[in-house]
């Protein structure tokens, strides 16, 4: 025994029932410094440290009622003066006779365990999850500051309780059962690696919780560790990506609709397109021919040459169709030249009331009620007319069967009764109302009315480009458009511009534009004209030849600043395509003035955005004659070039009409 007692690793001490120390092995030597010859004989008192009195009394009290002692964590003064803490058990030593004769006391460093312990719980409050231990039956040993704030709860509230105080009370019942099957067969469960499951504050409000679970064996038994996560804002992250990941799906597949029906409309477009220029090719084509065969014979009857004449007519006519349909085509492309100046509606409407009647037919009658004090806006006239035209045709197919179509103008202000929910700004506005009595529109066609390629006409037969036009030039000049329409009644567009301050415009007729001919009658000025087409080349060469001009006509601008070098004489214009191959027409007119400083400048174009706008307006200065062109057009634009009007007291006083590119 006393072998045993001298090679085992804790330190045996034996003493005496008052305290005194009578034997000490290894261990002890190891443990606290001391050789046996220095501390056998004297007090245990030696070892402990200031304050440990009360305490040692107490368990020797305690031993010699016969009791035992275990594993009590002491603290302890070694040799050297450092303070250490020991797992300490006492046992009573009896004699013969069965009475308490000493104690023998078995101590085990600790402190190193102690030190861990207290890294660990370090670590434990640190811990940025809540984290509670569990023994076998369910009670709370163990809670960090996180598992407070977590739960709410106080730690001396928890520990102590049975764990189901944290769990849902719905999922109560099963609780224990889950708890025993883990107990009985322990694995470490990451976080995440389990289903989702629930937790409840000690307010009753429960939250989504993630779990890891792990066991530990301790001298009190297993203790499972449960780290426990708060992931409702990561549910609330993936909600939210999921419905972007959904949302995005959706906008790529209405992208895809919208593409898909982009890509209808245009070839309702071109079907629409085509049948309208299939129409008036038709009407050219034939008429034409009809004057070619009337020509042809040597000498024409009289009536044949009057039908002829009538036949050219036609041809006029159906070219004013293609012309307005270029315009429709070129304004939904925002690629119309806008020349704004300062109108009476009145008066355009009345320039264009003889072309609408030959519009809608003679099966309907068109009525006019103008305001005769009409306050002036600053437009285009021929936008306007193309509202006025594309209003009419369309209200010429709702009345097949004849009709009535009614135009009537008025001043409003932002403040009247029907001018009250409209977007516009306070001020003063001119009405145009453009009513019929036809077949009206149903409520789902009046909401889309405006849709550019929306058409309820069989397929191929308009293009859907009318009322997206005039909305569109509507809006560009400042105002706005009203559609009101009852099914098999009829329908009236209303158009709403803004005024202008008569006072500080003169609306009166325009300044006499005509040339003074010369002595004999026409005008000799020269014009250097530049025009890569060559059938137009040549028949707007004709026109101003007729007319008495002498004319330099070239295919392009090289040729062009050749002639402007070499022509000994002077040249009073050059007159220039806007968009032609190697050098556009603004190329063209800076070479040559560079050559000619001060020469007039008089561009031809339809389509002249890409080279002459500055951010959507044309150069100051910058005129241009919109192809296609009529020969009276062309000369009053040339005339005013090479002859301006002299300069009166009227035209001084009027702004010149600024020239603009539609801004839409």
């Not at 809540?130 to 739960?151: K, M, P, S, W």
């Not at 449960?226 to 992250?237: F, G, H, K, M, P």
């Not at 005769?372 to 709702?398: K, S, T």
Request: glycine share 8%.
């Amino acid at each position: 025994m006393a072998v045993i007692v001298e090679s085992s690793h804790d330190a045996i001490i034996g003493k005496t029932i008052d305290g005194t120390i009578t034997s000490w092995n290894r261990g002890a030597e190891l443990l606290y410094g001391y050789h046996p010859d220095e501390v056998v004989g004297r007090h245990a008192s030696m070892l402990f440290p200031p304050g440990q009195e009360e305490a040692e009394a107490e368990f020797m009290a305690r031993i010699a009622a016969g009791e035992r002692i275990d594993q009590q964590r002491v603290k302890r003064r070694r040799k050297d003066g450092v303070v250490i803490t020991v797992s300490l058990t006492l046992s009573p030593i009896t004699d013969d006779d069965g009475r308490v004769a000493g104690v023998a006391s078995v101590s085990r460093d600790i402190s190193e365990r102690q030190r861990a312990e207290a890294m660990f719980e370090g670590l434990l409050e640190a811990a940025p999850d809540a984290i509670i231990g569990v023994t076998r039956d369910g009670t709370i040993t163990l809670i960090n500051a996180q598992a407070e704030r977590l739960f709410g709860y106080q730690r001396e509230e928890l520990l102590g309780q049975c764990v189901d105080i944290l769990v849902p009370e719905r999922l109560r019942g099963g609780h224990p059962l889950k708890r025993d099957g883990y107990f009985a067969h322990p694995r470490i469960r990451p976080m995440g690696a389990g289903a989702a499951l629930a937790a409840v504050r000690k307010d009753g409000s429960e939250f989504p919780a993630e779990i890891s679970l792990s066991s530990v064996t301790t001298d009190k038994g297993m203790i499972v560790t449960t780290a426990i996560r708060d992931v409702t804002d990561r549910l609330i992250a993936q909600a939210e990506r999921e419905r972007l990941i959904t949302q995005a799906e959706r906008d790529a597949a209405e992208h895809r609709l919208q593409h898909t029906r982009r890509l209808e409309s245009l070839g309702q477009l071109a079907g629409g397109v085509a049948h309208d220029f299939n129409n008036i090719l038709a009407v050219i084509s034939n008429y034409a021919e009809m004057i070619a065969e009337t020509l042809e014979v040597s000498t024409p009857d009289p009536a044949d040459l009057a039908d002829a004449r009538k036949d050219c007519g036609q041809i006029s006519r159906a070219a004013e169709r293609a012309t307005r349909l270029t315009k429709q085509l070129l304004a939904f492309g925002r690629r119309d030249i806008t020349q704004a100046e300062v109108l009476n509606l009145n008066h355009v409407i009345g320039d264009v009331e003889p072309m609408l009647r030959r519009s809608i037919g003679e099966h309907i009658h068109l009525v006019t009620s103008l305001d005769r004090d009409l306050w002036p806006v600053h437009a285009d006239a021929g936008q306007i007319e193309q509202i006025l035209v594309n209003l009419a045709v369309n209200a010429r197919d709702a009345m097949p069967g004849g009709g009535t179509l009614s135009i009537d103008t008025s001043n409003a202000e932002v403040g009247d009764d029907d001018l009250d929910s409209s977007p516009l700004p306070v001020g003063r506005y001119v009405r145009i109302r453009v009513s019929d009595t036809g077949s009206g529109m149903p409520p789902d066609v009046i909401e889309r009315a405006f849709e550019p390629f929306y058409t309820t006409k069989p397929k191929g037969s308009g293009t859907g480009l009318g009322l997206a036009t005039v909305y569109g030039i509507a809006t560009a000049a400042g105002g706005d458009i009203r559609l009101y329409s009852e099914n098999g009644i009829g329908t009236t567009v209303t158009v709403i511009l803004p005024a202008v301050d008569p006072d500080l415009h003169d609306t009166s007729a325009d300044a006499d534009m005509t040339t003074e001919p010369d002595a004999d009658g026409s005008p000799h000025e020269t014009i250097l004209m530049v025009e890569d087409e060559d059938d137009l080349r040549v028949i707007t060469g004709r026109i101003l030849t007729r007319a008495g001009y002498y004319v330099l006509t070239v295919s392009g601008g090289e040729q062009a600043i050749q002639v402007a070098q070499t022509y000994p004489d002077r040249i009073h214009l050059l007159l220039t395509d806007v968009i032609m191959p190697k050098m556009t027409g603004n190329e063209v007119a800076a070479r040559i003035r560079a050559i000619r400083p001060g020469i007039p400048v008089l561009y031809m174009s339809g389509y002249a955005e890409p080279v002459l706008t500055e951010n959507g307006t044309l150069p100051e200065g910058v005129t241009i004659v919109e192809k296609p062109f009529t020969s009276q057009e062309l000369l009053a634009r040339v005339r005013a070039f090479v002859h301006p009007p002299a300069a009166g007291p009227r035209t001084a006083s009027r702004p010149a009409p600024k020239q603009t590119h539609h801004p839409r």
